[in-house]
């Protein structure tokens, strides 16, 4: 058996015993209510800020308009599992298509900016989005979509932030994510190697819209009533610190942040005099003193935690 295979065994093996134990813990109440959503809303986290990080963290585009595209698949999927009485797994689909094509058709002319220009561009359109939302009667307008069927749970969640991780992931790896990263670097040298910049600037923008429109609609159905404002330029804001925070150019980073600033958030709702002050506070501390964010632009794997095992008996040794 190859050192790769054993590998994913490895993988595949861990993340069997992660999704038994904790639906075990789940149907056993030992993980209530509370800890459940927190634990849905760091998943969904996690997939936002991966899906974010292939923009802005390998593709190099600043975005600001994740907060839309997550609106989109929200409200798609509510449409098909409320409205149209219609599967959460078509929901689903539908959600990733809508955010997609919208993701096509925003990219093809924002995708010529850069820099301050295209996060105006993506914030702009993700406010129209917002208001195009607060003035449909169909879906709520103001005041909301109540009544949202709750089809998200432990297994769509888990599952479904697997296999965005595993696909954002192999997409980096390939040629097409090898790409992307020299588009980030340099465009002028990725042009001049004959990479077509616009093609695969618009590739990562649409898959990064894609993967918010899923993560969309597991929020949908899983809150049971939307409201516009919850998809806001302060949400945006929220995905993009993730993506800083744990390290742009990094999927482990992604996870980690999405997961450190989600805990921190539930921990500091008990002192919401306070809250905003710490949360601002830690991130001005990383910003001074790790820049790069938490894992920078590294990745955590099994070979990683062996090199430092044995750098750490190493050390004891000597």
Not at 124 to 150: H, M, T, V
Not at 236 to 252: A, H, N, Q, R, Y
Request: charged share 10%; net charge positive.
């Amino acid at each position: 058996m190859s050192k790769k295979m054993r590998v994913s065994i490895l993988n595949v093996v861990v993340l069997v015993l992660v999704y038994i134990t904790v639906q075990i813990l789940i149907s056993a109440g030992i993980i209530n209510e509370y800890i459940q959503l927190n634990l849905f809303l760091l998943a969904i986290n996690v997939i936002l800020a991966a899906s974010l990080n292939l923009i802005t963290g390998f593709t190099g585009q600043f975005s600001l308009g994740h907060a839309g595209f997550m609106a989109i698949g929200a409200y798609m999927s509510a449409i098909f599992t409320l409205k149209l009485n219609l599967p959460f797994p078509l929901g689903i689909i539908a959600a990733a298509v809508s955010a997609g094509i919208i993701g096509i058709l925003v990219g093809i002319p924002t995708l010529r900016l850069r820099g301050d220009y295209l996060a105006i561009a993506t914030l702009g359109l993700s406010e129209i989005i917002r208001i195009i939302a607060l003035n449909i009667d169909y879906i709520g307008g103001a005041s909301g979509l109540p009544d949202i069927p709750r089809y998200t749970n432990w297994t769509w969640i888990f599952f479904t932030t697997v296999a965005t991780i595993v696909i954002i992931r192999n997409f980096i790896d390939s040629s097409y994510g090898r790409a992307c990263i020299a588009i980030r670097e340099d465009e002028i040298a990725a042009e001049s190697a004959g990479i077509n910049i616009a093609y695969y600037k618009i590739l990562a923008f649409t898959m990064g819209a894609l993967f918010a429109g899923v993560a969309g609609a597991l929020y949908a159905n899983y809150f049971y009533m939307l409201k516009p404002n919850s998809f806001g330029f302060m949400k945006s804001i929220d995905i993009l610190v993730m993506v800083v925070f744990g390290g742009m150019g990094s999927i482990t980073g992604s996870i980690l942040g999405a997961a450190v600033l989600t805990l921190l958030s539930m921990y500091l709702q008990n002192f919401p005099e306070i809250r905003m002050i710490l949360y601002g506070l830690l991130l001005l501390i990383i910003m001074l003193y790790r820049p790069q964010g938490l894992m920078g632009n590294k990745e955590l794997s099994w070979k990683v935690l062996r090199r430092g095992d044995r750098n750490a008996a190493t050390i004891n040794t000597q």
